[in-house]
């Protein structure tokens, strides 16, 4: 069995940074990659960014590129999502997916989830 644990989230002002952590426990070997989406209130989940653990594939939503970048630690079964230049528009609750194949920014393609993390930019 596979889990995942996000940590990270916070505060900040616009113009400023986070960085996420998603961290694999048990079988780790079953994931292939992880991909990072969002929910702000009132929409839908939106694609962050998604990588392979070897690093490629990888993939960036059009919203964040430039912006946010991966990456991971394999020695620790981690993946960081680095979150630079925040923008109000940011603010959601962010959320990692685990899958055993590439699934990029197909959510359903994700085998498990963690809980999810806050991220709030204030203006």
């Known amino acids: 069995q596979v889990h995942v644990v996000e940590s990270g989230g916070g505060l900040v002002q616009a113009g400023g940074s986070l960085r996420l952590s998603c961290a694999a426990s048990?079988?780790?070997?079953?994931?292939?990659?992880i991909g990072w989406f969002r929910q702000a209130p009132g929409k839908e989940r939106e694609f962050v960014a998604a990588?392979?653990?070897?690093?490629?594939?990888?993939l960036y939503g059009d919203p964040v590129t430039g912006r946010f970048t991966i990456s991971r630690d394999n020695a620790k079964n981690t993946m960081f999502l680095q979150m630079n230049s925040l923008r109000p528009e940011d603010t959601a609750v962010y959320y990692c997916g685990a899958g055993g194949r590439w699934s990029g920014n197909y959510s359903p393609g994700y085998d498990l989830w963690g809980q999810g993390n806050q991220v709030t930019v204030s203006s």
């Open positions: 048990g079988r780790t070997s079953d994931i292939y990659a």
């Open positions: 990588s392979s653990w070897s690093g490629t594939p990888r």
